[in-house]
């Protein structure tokens, strides 16, 4: 097994780069920043090309990219260290530019050290898409025999699936993690299967950089099922030449070696970064949220897992809101049901089952029955799934579910025995009832989302979707795929140059001024709100007390707690809102899972414990800058 790089896959792979050198040579990127100017009310330019910032995608612009900043406008820049952000080595598991030995292999921060902020985040932008796609189509590539076309379609459809563009931004690494996880299967697969030495040594390179980031991401909702997923694949490609690769491997060992200082290496730089960052993920592991949470599956309905068919009609304004929000109301499209059924078929007419099938199949059920049913307590932990929320397993699922409908369609198409005119009738059948029974159930969960017209339309194209299936008419079923996703999703996060609404407001520059000449300042923002401000505040690179912090500040939490129980409060990842009062008692209540207010007042002595030395005080009337000397505000 191998990928054929032909001129088609060099070109594909070529166009990949130059999206990237484009956006990043024009900055372009895909933040939501331009939400800064609505915040502050400001007519700054926020250089949007196409589409319009997103407030739901609040985490990206209101707290990623801010932190980003922080680290590149750092009085040390790019420290391991960043008390804005949190306690200890916070930015190492943040997913941000650090200066440390682990960013040599994560070359998507590489241009925050040798360009501007502006290109070097546009470049960091763009290997989301590079990652993303290029890793899904090299896999496909892998498994679906070098069919280019379908390896292309494959890769669009995850890019440009609701979830994918809803969630891309978050602070998760989503598309970095689903592409690096294509890239070390595809390593794994290649370095096992491949004669020829530069091709393994390439494949093993591959697999050090592509595995360590997917590790150090550290999202474990997303990792523990993607690792599942890389390992039913593996084991569906090998398991057919298990005494093949055996073989090959007793005799190249030249092969066996390269593989196996692949791995050790990948483990030893593993072993450092975590000694690096143990005490940080001890902490943040004993965290009320989210290093306690736990799960034992079954959270959500089969409404939720297939509402990507209503996905189309889902919007930021318009969505169940039984689900919250429109992030958490989107989805893949699952067409799985097709190649399940085609396997059904095989195995009772022809008593045939392809590993690869199987596999796939098995790892869907056991996702699909864990969301809806949960396993018990030992089960789930040893499993690891108890630390993945049910909605956050509709990712793996969803890429799982576009990976076998794009490898039975290619087995579809070379497959000459099967009956199709029965199966141009039972498939579509099947889709079209599952469906109706799907959106009728979605409606009595959602309150009525869907009208009678929506339905029909959705009915429509999963037997459409079927049929063409079915057919073989690949070319007609990728349009039918991709352009309604295309349509939809394409423009859910905007693209625009540059950061101008960060860069050129003006309380950016004041404070930033301000950090230039005291580097050692330290900041409060009183706001009961959400602490945006405080947020926003991180981009300067000075040091702030509140905020959203990814490790909490333990120690410095008992110079302003009173009760022995606010730990329960502020023992969490979470955003520390100060609420300015005139009494001197302090008190810690808690909002949301991640958001307390601490009702404070500014001239309390607990600033002068801390070493608080600038504040600024939120009224109706506007900001107010605060200068500490000693414990009195001048």
């Known amino acids: 097994m191998g990928i054929n790089f032909d001129y088609k896959t060099n070109f594909f792979l070529a166009a990949l780069v130059i999206y990237l050198l484009i956006v990043t040579l024009f900055s372009i990127n895909g933040s939501s920043v331009g939400m800064w100017n609505e915040f502050f009310d400001q007519k700054a330019d926020s250089q949007i090309l196409f589409g319009k910032p997103k407030l739901i995608r609040v985490d990206e612009w209101s707290l990623h990219t801010p932190a980003i900043l922080s680290q590149c406008n750092n009085p040390k820049p790019f420290p391991v260290e960043n008390y804005s952000l949190g306690a200890y080595k916070t930015p190492l598991i943040m997913n941000l530019p650090v200066a440390h030995f682990s960013t040599f292999l994560r070359p998507q921060y590489w241009l925050f050290f040798l360009v501007g902020t502006e290109k070097a985040y546009a470049f960091y932008w763009g290997m989301k898409l590079a990652l993303l796609v290029g890793g899904v189509f ?35 690494m989503l598309p970095e993690l689903v592409g690096y996880f294509a890239l070390f299967t595809s390593a794994f697969i290649i370095g096992l299967t491949s004669k020829r030495k530069t091709l393994i040594i390439a494949a093993c390179f591959l697999f050090l950089v592509s595995f360590f980031n997917f590790v150090v991401s550290l999202y474990p909702p997303y990792q523990v099922p993607l690792l599942y997923l890389s390992f039913c694949i593996v084991a569906g490609v090998i398991l057919p030449r298990w005494r093949y690769v055996l073989s090959e491997s007793l005799k190249n060992r030249f092969g066996a070696i390269c593989i196996c200082v692949s791995l050790l290496a990948t483990a030893g730089l593993l072993l450092v970064w975590y000694l690096d960052v143990r005490q940080t993920l001890d902490v943040l592991a004993n965290t009320l949220y989210p290093g306690m949470r736990r799960t034992l599956g079954g959270g959500i309905s089969t409404a939720q897992i ?26 893949f499209i699952l067409l799985f049901p097709i190649p399940m059924t085609i396997m059904c078929w095989r195995w009772f007419t022809q008593k045939k089952m392809s590993p690869l099938d199987a596999s796939l199949a098995i790892f869907i059920l056991i996702i699909v029955f864990w969301q809806i049913a949960g396993f018990p307590r030992l089960v789930a932990k040893v499993s690891l799934l108890d630390r993945v929320p049910e909605n956050r397993a509709l990712m793996p699922l969803g890429i ?3 990976i076998w409908t794009c490898y039975a369609l290619q087995q579809h198409l070379k497959d000459k025995n099967l009956p199709s005119w029965r199966l141009k009738i039972i498939v579509p059948s099947i889709m079209l009832i599952g469906v109706l029974i799907l959106c009728i159930y979605l409606n009595a969960v959602t309150g009525q989302f869907l009208s009678v017209y929506q339905i029909i339309i959705v009915c429509i ?72 401000i405080a947020n926003f505040l991180y981009a300067t ?63 309390n002595d607990c600033w002068k414990k801390l070493g608080i030395t600038r504040g600024l005080l939120k009224t109706m009337n506007g900001l107010y800058f605060l200068k500490y000397k000693s414990h009195f505000i001048l």
């Open 461 to 532: 194209f999963a037997s459409l979707a079927g049929l063409l299936w079915v057919g073989k008419q690949s070319l007609l079923f990728a349009l039918l795929i991709l352009l309604p996703n295309i349509y939809f999703n394409g423009l859910v996060n905007p693209i625009c140059a540059g950061l101008k609404p960060i860069l050129h407001n003006p309380l950016y520059e004041k404070v930033n001024h301000i950090v230039n000449q005291e580097p050692a300042s330290k900041w409060v923002v009183f706001d009961k709100k959400y602490p945006l």
């Open 541 to 603: 690179g000075a040091n702030i007390y509140n905020g959203v912090k990814y490790v909490p500040h333990l120690g410095e939490m008992k110079h302003l707690s009173t009760k022995n129980s606010d730990i329960r409060i502020y023992n969490r990842f979470g955003a520390i809102s100060l609420s300015p009062v005139e009494t001197s008692e302090i008190k810690f209540s808690l909002s949301s899972r991640d958001w307390y207010i601490i009702s404070v007042s500014s001239g």
């Open 306 to 331: 297939f509402n990507g068919f209503s996905g189309f009609f889902v919007n930021e304004i318009n969505f169940p809101k039984i689900w919250k929000n429109v992030c958490e109301s989107s989805n």
């Open 138 to 172: 090299l896999l496909l590539m892998i498994l679906l025999e070098n069919n280019f076309f379908l390896s292309v379609f494959g890769a669009l459809w995850v890019y440009f699936s609701s979830y994918m563009q809803w969630w891309y931004s978050s602070p998760a």
């Open 400 to 402: 799982a579910s576009i």
